[in-house]
């Protein structure tokens, strides 16, 4: 079936979502980074926010029981203010450009919180796209199948004609579960563009994109 629509993830595939990185932004002790990496980043809590069946104050104070007193402002920050600095994957925005040029339909497909609404300002390559499906509203997630077809039946698309990009193999395969097509993405954009080409979907030239 001809690919029609390309679907992207967002963290690690249009923007740079590192948890270390706000770590050792926030934190100098290595013991304490270590600790806060498991229960805010590694954390269920972080995950159900995603999934919008907790909020960001209820994840805050779930985290601090589990931590001592001394890094409770610390989680709270990490919790608050990662989105402050959320570096672009380098290409991304002008590839997506240029898939839109070509008659494609472009979305996005992300496992992330309702702050999602007040950052997305600050991700360019947005403007392209043609519809946006996050997590959090939906209180689904990868790679849980239920989110691809909830996803589809949204935008009123075939899963066979869309193309699902996403850092995590484990979300590819659920969408390749749920009927889409699927590559897994490295963080380089013209390596991503190349495996574009083997399921036929060829964005426009360079010059074509505007």
């Known amino acids: 079936m001809q690919i029609k629509h390309l ?38 809590e972080w995950m159900r926010i995603d999934h919008g069946s907790l909020t960001e104050a209820e994840a805050i104070a779930s985290s601090c029981a589990r931590l001592p007193a001394r890094l409770h402002d610390t989680a709270a920050l990490l ?6 600095d959320i570096p672009l994957i380098p290409g991304m925005e002008p590839l997506i450009a240029r898939l839109k040029a070509a008659g494609y ?30 997590s959090a509203d939906w209180r689904l997630l990868k790679p849980d199948q239920a989110i691809y077809r909830t996803f589809c039946q949204h935008f009123g698309l075939v899963p066979g004609q869309c193309l699902f990009v996403d850092d995590l193999p484990a979300n590819v395969y659920g969408a390749q579960c749920a009927g889409m097509e699927g590559v897994v993405f490295y963080g380089d954009a013209e390596d991503l563009e190349q495996r574009l080409a083997r399921y036929g979907v060829q964005p426009a030239e360079k010059e074509a994109a505007v």
């Open 7 to 44: 679907v992207f993830d967002m963290g690690n595939v249009l923007i740079r979502y590192n948890a270390r990185y706000y770590l050792e932004k926030y934190v100098s002790d290595e013991a304490d980074r270590l600790l806060l990496m498991r229960e805010v980043f590694q954390s269920v």
């Open 105 to 134: 339909g472009v979305y996005l497909l992300s496992n992330t919180s309702l702050r999602y609404h007040e950052f997305r300002k600050n991700i360019p390559a947005l403007r392209w796209f043609d519809g946006e499906f996050i």
């Open 79 to 84: 919790y608050r203010s990662w989105n402050q």
